[in-house]
């Protein structure tokens, strides 16, 4: 299928976001999920998100209203166990899932890499290309790699602490 924002589409988004509430547990009104994109049954997609094309979304994501999300964006919420030298780390099974969880009204550029367990808060921007290890503060502007903070959305420069 053509990508959602194509000239001609021939109802591709539409019909990607009557599959998307068919598939996930969760699934809010006038979501997008672009051509490519591989992604969990559970994960929660809230309402009126888009998912860029060819993104990875894994198993205990969850994705709050408004978030906009560009291209090949891939997310890990856990990894191979390697913590016994004695068997091939392919045999040796996978941690425990550590969820990601992308609060309300999130921009996350194109190819960016989310890890396991971080917390991306209101508002904030994850610039093009960054590898997310750290918590994001609402309203922040991180990028880089590792990410790191750049400016405050905020009047004043302002910073809000992260709430769990």
């Known amino acids: 299928m ?11 988004r539409r019909f990607r976001q009557f599959c998307a509430h068919l598939i996930l547990d969760d699934c809010g009104k006038w979501v997008n999920i672009d051509k490519g994109v591989t992604f969990a049954t559970d994960i929660k997609l809230g ?18 209203d408004h978030v906009m999300m560009g291209i090949d964006i891939l997310m890990f919420t856990n990894e191979h166990r390697h913590d ?6 392919g045999l040796q099974g996978r941690t425990e899932v550590q969820p990601i969880v ?4 999130v921009w996350i550029g194109s ?33 880089g790699n590792p990410a790191r903070f750049l400016k405050s959305r905020l009047p004043n420069e302002e910073r809000i602490p992260i709430e769990q």
Do not use: Q
């Open 47 to 64: 309402e009126g998100s888009g998912i860029g094309a060819n993104c990875s979304i894994p198993t205990g994501v969850s994705i709050g």
């Open 111 to 143: 190819r960016s890499l989310i890890m396991k367990g971080i917390r991306i808060g209101h508002g904030a921007i994850i610039a093009a290309g960054s590898v997310v290890t750290k918590d994001v503060p609402p309203y922040e502007i991180w990028g």
């Open 84 to 89: 016994d030298i004695t068997v091939p780390m």
């Open 2 to 12: 053509p990508m959602s924002g194509s000239k001609i589409s021939f109802g591709a």
């Open 102 to 105: 992308i609060e309300d009204d």
